[in-house]
């Protein structure tokens, strides 16, 4: 009984083998790892990669992103999933979501991306053929109006954007002068000034100070007269108390001296 004790302890034990599953084969069943080892091989595996072609450089396997499926649509606006009278905003909103959404699939995110840059291109070139559309309509409209239709649009012209708001400001600086000061007296100072101005503006066009003195003054006249003809018909309860009849007459010609040394030539 000793004799086989001693062999038995003297025999060498079996070298446990691991299994395909991170489990030891020892002889009478199968022992699971401890945790701690499990987890060392589950972290070489992932590091390196096992030979996988999906794992780029920084160790990052692109077979778990997310793919977009309608990534290989044409219609960049069936991409998107957005109407075709959407707005810029709404389309926007949707590239957003979609990126967010399919990051890190390197194709996915070229074509949500594309779709976007398609969209926005053709709504920027159907606004500028629809300006110069509508710039040709008018310019049609012109030529084929009557004669003395062309000859009174000849005396008119469109400055640029700085002039325009450099004259506006002006006048609308003398308007608030006459409304800020008229409890105290009438706005006959502030005409005078307005009308110098208007006078000194058409003459840097027209390079003929008798002419524009001339047309200057025939302007204030004919503001002066549609203005008069146009402050009766106004709701008293919408004029303030303060306001008199000559000061809203005032400033309709204010508007007409404006417009008159603005677009005139």
């Known amino acids: 009984m000793q ?3 001693a062999s038995f302890l003297a025999r060498p034990l079996p070298w446990p083998r691991r299994s395909a599953y991170g489990a030891v084969e020892v002889r009478g069943g199968v022992s699971p790892l401890p945790p701690r080892l499990r987890a ?3 972290s070489m595996s992932l590091s390196i990669g096992a030979g996988s072609s999906d794992i780029g450089d920084s160790g990052f396997s692109y077979q778990y992103a997310p793919v977009f499926r309608r990534y290989r649509e044409r219609d960049p606006y069936k991409l998107l999933g957005v109407d075709r009278d959407a707005s810029e905003e709404e ?4 590239k957003d979501f979609l990126v967010q959404q399919y ?8 074509a949500i ?8 291109m053709k709504s920027y070139q159907h606004r500028k053929k629809t300006k110069i559309n509508l710039k040709t309509k008018l310019l049609k409209r012109v030529e084929e109006s009557p004669s003395w239709v062309k000859a009174f649009l000849g005396y008119f012209e469109v400055p640029s954007m700085d002039i325009i708001s ?9 308007a608030g002068w006459s409304i800020a000061t008229s409890a105290e007296n009438g706005p006959a100072f502030q005409l005078a000034i307005s009308l110098f101005s208007c006078i000194y503006f058409l003459n840097d066009k027209m390079k003929n100070l008798l002419r524009a003195s001339t047309t200057g003054f025939g302007v204030l006249v004919g503001g002066w007269i549609v203005g008069s003809m146009l402050v009766p018909l106004i709701p008293t309860f919408i004029i303030p108390p303060t306001w008199s009849l000559e000061l809203l007459t005032s400033l309709v010609a204010y508007v007409f001296l404006f417009l008159g040394s603005t677009y005139l030539k």
């Open 3 to 5: 004799a086989t004790a």
């Open 103 to 110: 990051a890190g699939h390197e194709a996915s995110e070229e």
């Open 40 to 42: 060392v091989r589950c």
């Open 113 to 120: 991306e594309g779709a976007y840059e398609k969209i926005i």
């Open 166 to 174: 450099k004259r506006l400001f002006f006048f609308a600086f003398i």
């Open 91 to 94: 389309i926007r909103s949707a």
